[in-house]
């Protein structure tokens, strides 16, 4: 815009007269012309300062247009005309100073108030984005009770410990920092309710021990403890839990052990024999029995039949001329066929009820044969075409005389099948008795915790599936430690006091087993704390009542909507509740909303309607009741193990803390930032459809300060990836709300069916060393440290875009533009960590800074390039 300079011509002086100064400024100097090209940040809009103002005044009193002032000639400071009009000009200088401001604060690029900003940004319907709260997970530690005396009376009472056996941890736990140097105590709340939180959950721990249980061909096992009483030639038997004698017969092992070594370092002996198992398997939970003694059938020792008197054979009951003795049964005559039952050849006081027996019978002529194997102990190999295991169902001692024999035997019931082909054969049998059970060994247990699963030390019980963890470890492969947050998936029993805990997400990474700890009792927090307000009474006369909440700022939290956050307001009248809105306008005569607005104070105001847009508050007195939370921005960022003082503590809580760092505190934003986001949620109106709109939806969104959005080809196909990072260059993770937020607000403003991903940006530096020819008017150490100032404003995280390369005449650049600078040298630039030595500058122009792209099926982000905060390389002036 160009206005014309008016002129005023000057009276002509007498012919050799002498000026008496009446004649100075005879030159009007307002109105200025006002122009100014595209792209300032501030715009001249003054038509006159107070000097010009002045000037023209008095050109005006000389001006042939004005005749009747001529008669005023002085021009002295102290005459009454000249002080009235350096008064005007005075009047007009302050008047076109404001008129400036007005102009600047009427355009978006050189607004300087945030007001001006805000009210720029309604005419478009944006709302200057308030900032976020802070968040992250806290682990709380409950006391854990007390165990009873060993010798506790029974009766109720005997014992009380007053702490509860779970704690409830409800919404609002108020939890504050322990603050650093130069910093502020930040006060957090729990944002969600945790039930039933447990003692056993502090910090689970995976076993790093465990019983292996006897498996398909082993023939090996460790037993617990030395004193097994166990040698070479003893009788084994392994038994799975699905065994059951005369229906599943088949689920058990039964050896002979070949060798006996007993492990002190390890308080256990191993055992070994020769065929591998075939029978159990290492699911079914088997259990080992040492048979103690090997016992025969009473009669087995009995006299040849046909050795004999005739005499005695014909003499004898049921004398025969059989080659055998008549009922030469392994059971006692009279039982009812003898079924089931068996007499031993002597007294086994240790055989008892619920025990195992092995029937063996060896092939005709022999029971057993013992060899020596070449350099071993001695081996006993069982011939018998038959074995079967039998349960103990019944064990009495008892007396039998028969067959020329007389004695006190134990009499067994036994359980199981095949019991028929053993009945005649009681000079072949070998019955191994007295079964005792042995304990395994445990062995250390060091596989690594890989992907979804983490073994864990504690019963299964109660831990159900949403359940937040937090998972501490150190990686195999450097051991760094790492804490990750998961989601339970499900809790797998493995038995009564251990399972197997599926997470979501899987791990990263493999974690050493001996460093792993589990918290399960976790909730997450966000900063701010909780403020009950009366506002003030309704009046249903009064249309657009306002009040204002006294406590500020208000807490907004992340939130899945088009400009990602909410406020922490609930607002009631009476005992109803009233709902927020964005505005009142749309909104229905009876709608019981309000909307929250920002003064130019910076006040935050609670706005009803006036019966059209919104309902009137109903009259009442004191009946409006606000419910909010106080606390916002980047002091919410606290370090990780910071939150540590319990300002709530419910019985039985007894700690707290929090593995994470908070992230996610953004302060309301900087007008900087509202210039560049308020024309974006023009251009996509809460919808995305190009790529564009999603670059600049995620953009805008609250808690990103840049994004960058393309399309790459992925082996699923066709994918919009966003790469996003946050204020100032904070990464944003998976983990984080705003990541979770963003992508839901995407999808909710989008094509569902279209792919979306975000990525991480990829931060990286670069390093220079440069030589500068100075003025030599200039301090030489003040020129240096400007120079060094003015190149890493120049290259700062706001000041960069992802993706944009570092142009070797971006540095010279911004080095020359100091003050004293006459030439520059840049010696170096280069990335990474490996300088590169530039002798010739033109060689390396610039330094490429990566885009998103696809590398072996994979999406990587876009590059971030700053200057390294470290010391240059070189600085120094030129010789």
Known sequence: MTLPVPTVKPHALPAGSESCGCCAGIEAETPQGISNRYGLSAIAYRVGDHAQFRDSLHAALSSAAFAPLGKLQSRADDDFTIGLIDAFACAADVLTFYQERIANESYLRTALERVSLQEMGRLIGYRLRPGVAAETWLAFTLETPPAPPLKLSPEPGSFVTGVPAQVSIEIGTKVQSVPGPDEKPQTFETVERLDAARPAWNAIRPWLAETRRPDKGDTVMYLAGQRNNLKPGDALLIVGDAFNPGTNDSNCDFRFIDSVELQSDFDRTKITWQAGLSGVTAAQNSKVYALRKRAAPFGHNAPMWKSMSTDFRNNYPSGSDAPEWPDYTISPMGSAQGGGFIDLDTVYSEVR?????????????????????????????????????????????????????????????????????????????????????LALAPYAVDDAATGSSIPAAVSADGLVA??????????????????????????????????????????????????????????????????????????????????????????????????????????????????????????????????????????????????????????????????????????????????????????????????????????????????????????????????????????????????????????????????????????????????????????????????????????????????????????????????????????????????????????????????????????????????????????????????????????????????????????????
């Open 466 to 879: 949403g359940r937040r963890l937090i998972v501490r470890g150190n990686r195999v492969s450097d051991g760094q430690a790492v804490v990750v947050q998961a989601n339970l998936v499900t809790a797998q029993a493995v038995d009564a006091g251990r399972c197997m805990l599926q997470i979501d997400p899987p791990l990263a990474g493999s974690l050493d087993r001996g460093s792993i700890v589990v918290h399960g009792n976790v909730v997450p927090a966000s900063h701010g704390e909780t403020v009950t307000q009366i506002l003030g009474s309704g009046d249903a006369a009064q249309p657009f009542q306002q009040f204002e909440l006294k406590q500020v700022p208000l807490t907004y939290r992340a939130a899945a909507n088009e400009s990602g956050a909410a406020s922490e307001l609930t607002l009631r009248v009476g005992e109803i509740a009233w709902h927020e809105r964005a505005t009142l306008y749309g909104a229905a005569a009876t709608d019981r909303v309000f909307a929250l607005d920002i003064d130019e104070q910076g006040r935050n105001l609670v706005k009803f309607g006036d019966g059209v847009s919104g309902a009137r508050l109903p009259s009442g007195l004191n009946n409006i009741r606000a419910t909010y939370r106080k606390g916002i921005g980047v002091a919410g960022n606290v370090r990780a193990e910071t939150l540590s003082q319990l300002l709530s503590r419910p019985l039985g809580l007894k700690g707290v803390s929090n593995p994470f760092a908070a992230e996610g505190g953004n302060d309301p934003e900087p007008a900087d930032a509202a210039r560049r986001s308020m024309p974006l949620g023009a251009r996509t109106l809460g919808r995305v459809v190009s790529v564009l709109d999603y670059e600049d939806f995620a953009r805008a969104f609250t808690g990103i300060a840049k994004a960058q959005a393309q399309v790459l080809q992925l082996p699923r196909g066709k994918t919009i990836a966003i790469t996003i990072a946050g204020p100032p260059g904070a990464p944003v993770n998976s983990t984080s709300p705003v990541w979770t937020n963003l992508r839901a607000a995407l999808k909710a403003g989008g094509d569902p069916h279209v792919a979306v991903m975000l990525l991480p940006y990829q931060a990286s530096t670069f390093r220079i060393g440069l030589k500068v020819k100075r003025d030599p008017d200039f301090d030489a150490k003040a020129v240096l440290t400007a120079v060094e100032a003015a190149l890493r404003a120049h290259f700062t995280f706001d000041a960069r875009e992802l993706g944009q390369p570092v142009q070797q005449s971006d540095v010279i650049a911004a080095a020359q533009s100091v003050p004293g600078v006459i030439a520059v040298d840049l010696v170096q630039l280069y990335g990474g960590t490996a300088p590169f030595a530039q002798t010739i500058p033109s060689r390396q122009v610039r330094l490429l800074a990566s885009r998103m792209h696809v590398d072996q099926g994979v999406a990587r982000p876009s590059e971030l390039l700053t200057l390294n905060p470290a010391p240059f390389d070189l600085l120094e002036e030129m010789a």
């Open 353 to 437: 009820a619920g025990g195992y027996v092995v029937l063996s019978m060896a092939a005709k002529g022999f029971i057993q044969v013992i060899i020596k194997a070449f350099g071993k102990s001695d081996v006993i190999l069982d011939l018998g075409p038959h074995l079967d295991v039998y349960q103990v169902a019944d064990a009495n001692e008892t007396s039998r005389a028969e067959f020329a024999l007389a004695g006190k035997v134990t009499r067994l019931q036994l359980r199981g099948s095949h019991y028929d082909r053993y009945q005649d054969q009681v000079r072949r049998i070998t019955a191994f008795v007295q079964s005792e059970q």
